[in-house]
């Protein structure tokens, strides 16, 4: 059968199993949109900005745990998902992303919306082609998907030369992917394995510390199963949050600037930490010398390149988290000491005074909305249910403080490059994945006003979210920084100068809440949650609370600022 | 940790951007390169580059496993710590005045190297060898006034049958 570029796109796509794509049209991809408008079972989500197309792409692949993915134009287009790409290539997400570019002929001589979309997101994909002839366009596809979704994954884009879209070939379908530079390593060494076994049985005072890898390979349950079995408590990274249950008596909360007491305190003193899918980022280890420095250190990756990077480490395993954690527990259960187990209850003990003396808290008055007190009611509301994004500042922090998650594929936010405009789109794209889910979106007054116009995809896509704005009317997290290290020099932080949400809400459609007061903020989230279609809440919230603990940049986890 | 030189094979699929990224993670990552050649193999759909890196034990384990994270490079093996044989080919372009031609010819036969353009007041010299050999030559030829000088980077095989990948 002859079919064109743009049908043999829409055919690779479909195969892959996938049923959604966030895209916005142009000149260079109009064939493609042509061809889109007569396959009504790939739905086509159109944007209002391509950056929010990639976040929602983002956003989709982890609340359903699958992949996702973004079509957008050439030129503007193209350059306008770069900061998505780049995001979910700093966590690992898997989407594919398809940009138009020029006619192959006219490549290179600076045509009209041209633009090297290859050379510029070659350091922020996992791999990109330039899809030169049509003989090539069915196997880019297949490879473009398989790279995204095998071993760490991470965003593939595809470019396509307005040509090759409208050139007709005869269809074959191709063979399955063999790249033979390509091999990652799912299966880990047993023989490392039996040595953390050995490790963990000798431990006194260990800890786990699980990251977004584990929510990648969907190893939550394994993950839990050996805290449990060896009743090691638990921390996980941001990206990590829910892999273990926070509402479990081992958890120990997040580590790092913004960490609990208990967590930062606990790889200060652990002797051994099992960390699985991490990739040991600053803003988690602080300075580098003083982390976890009395700890053997067991690492689980799949990637190699993560491994030793920042942090040295004692027993490393190459491998899915998932796999490799499986077989642990496997051996873990012929072997374990279950008097050193019995034994740890001495460091449980510990943990618990830490927990007791410095908890995490904030003073809710009469007067002033406290923001933690908002996402705490918000919790409680959704009995910890929902599936919470966030924008980037205290308002993401605060929430990874205090919503407690239980369940991986629930929290998700720009973690490795910090988007402020994330999380309006990215609730969309959740929303797609999980259309009986309640979604939220947790955000600042400054981030929401980054990507605001996907306000109308919700409302014309009917993917209704919520959107609680802890609206500080500052830049609260630089604030915060100035506060703390620049002599409260509030240079260019302040956000007086506002919309009014409401209003904005009530201009796109959306219902617009506001509190003021804590006594209205119980109302006001259950009215927004009960009320259908897109909501606003906007929450008027004491301008200069801090998020604490915080441990300065560049300084040990032991140092943290607590009120 | 110390820093010390490495010379890396890197066997890459043919293809038009591999070079660059390679090129970018290096540029990226700020790690060194000091020599590059590059050309295709034997077989059409594979080139080698030869890169000589340099860099602590740690940077330099982090460089190859960079290296083999690209999805178009097949293997990467570090040379150093192997036995192998390396050369590097320099073109010099050497001023000749007539009181200086028999020191130039003596020179390069004692280092067996040749003569390849010979011009009313210059001489171009190809040699090969490894970096202490060119840089004895260039020594030796200074005084007569170097002219220009073009230097290939260096080239490496590994003096096993076959390399195994690192
Ligand atoms: C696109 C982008 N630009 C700038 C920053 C730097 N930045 C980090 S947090 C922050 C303040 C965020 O303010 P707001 O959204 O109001 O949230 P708050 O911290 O007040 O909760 C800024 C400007 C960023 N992370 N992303």
Known sequence: ?563 | MTIKKHILSILVDNEPGVLSRIAGLFSGRGYNIDTLSVAQTMESTASRVTMETSGDEHIVEQIIKQLHKLINVITVVDLTEKRHVKRELALIKVHAKSEHRAEILRIVDIFRCRVVDVAQDYYTIEISGNEEKLMAIMDLLTPMGIIETARTGSIALSREKTTKRT
């Open chain 1, 1 to 563: 059968m002859k079919l064109t570029g743009a049908q043999i796109l829409i055919k690779m796509i479909k195969s892959q199993g996938v049923d959604t794509i966030f895209g916005y049209p142009g000149g260079a991809v109009i064939d493609i949109y042509d061809e889109l408008a007569s396959n009504p079972d790939l739905r086509h989500i159109l944007v209002r900005h391509e950056q929010g197309a990639i976040h929602a792409a983002d956003a989709y692949s982890r609340a359903k745990g699958d992949i996702g993915v973004a079509l957008v134009t050439s030129g503007p287009g193209a350059t306008n998902a770069v900061t998505g790409i780049a995001s979910a290539y700093m966590d690992s997400i898997p989407i594919v992303v398809f940009t138009g570019q020029v006619n192959s002929s006219l490549i290179g001589n600076d045509a009209f919306q041209e633009v090297d979309i290859v050379g510029i997101t070659r350091p922020c994909t996992k791999h990109n082609y330039l899809v030169k002839k049509i003989e090539n366009l069915a196997r880019i596809i297949k490879e473009a998907f398989f790279i995204a979704r095998s071993g760490r994954p991470g965003p593939v884009l595809v470019d396509l030369p307005k040509d090759v879209m409208t050139a007709t070939i005869e269809f074959e379908e191709p063979p399955e992917v063999h790249i033979k530079s390509y091999r990652p390593t799912y299966s880990p060494n047993k023989k490392q394995l039996a040595k953390v076994v050995q490790l963990i049985n000798k431990a006194k005072r260990p800890i786990i510390f699980s990251g977004g890898g584990v929510v990648l390979s969907k190893a939550s349950e394994e993950i839990t199963d050996l805290a449990k079995m060896a009743n090691i408590p638990v921390t996980a990274s941001l990206m990590g949050l829910g892999t273990f249950p926070a509402s479990h008596p081992l958890w120990l909360g997040m580590p790092g600037m913004h960490g609990t007491f208990r967590a930062n305190m606990s790889i200060g003193e652990c002797d051994l930490m099992i960390a699985a899918g991490v990739r040991f980022d600053d803003r988690v280890t602080g300075r580098l010398e003083k982390f976890a420095p009395k700890a053997k250190i067991v690492q689980i990756d799949i990637d190699p390149t993560s491994i030793h990077k920042n942090v040295s480490v004692d027993c490393p395993i190459v491998g899915d988290c998932k796999k490799s954690l499986a077989l642990l527990n496997q051996m873990m259960k012929r072997q374990i000491d279950q008097a050193s187990v019995d034994a740890r209850s001495e460091w449980i003990e510990t943990i618990e005074n830490w927990k007791s003396t410095m908890p995490l808290g904030y003073n809710q008055n009469e007067e002033i909305i406290k923001p933690q007190f908002v996402i705490e009611t918000l919790h409680e509301l959704t009995q910890g249910k929902a599936i919470i994004t966030t924008e980037v500042g205290q308002n993401q922090m605060w929430t990874a403080q205090y919503y407690g998650f239980d369940r991986p594929n629930h929290f998700i936010t720009s973690g490795g490059l910090g988007v402020m405009g994330f999380g309006l789109p990215a609730a969309i794209g959740a929303k797609a994945a999980c259309p009986d889910k309640t979604v939220i979106d947790i955000a600042g007054d400054g981030s929401i006003q980054m990507n605001i116009q996907e306000m109308t995809t919700s409302l014309e896509a009917r993917l209704p979210v919520k959107v609680v704005i802890l609206n500080n009317r500052y830049l609260g997290m630089v604030r915060q920084w100035q506060d703390l290290f620049y002599d409260k020099r509030y240079a260019s932080t302040n956000m007086e100068c506002a919309p009014d949400f409401v209003k904005l809400a009530e201009a796109y459609g959306a219902t617009g809440l506001r509190a003021s007061k804590p006594s209205e903020v119980r109302e006001t989230l259950k009215q927004g949650l009960a009320t259908e279609g897109t909501v606003v809440m906007d929450f008027i919230v004491e301008r200069e609370e801090m998020v604490y603990p915080m441990v300065p940049a560049g300084k040990s986890l032991s140092e943290m600022l607590l009120v």
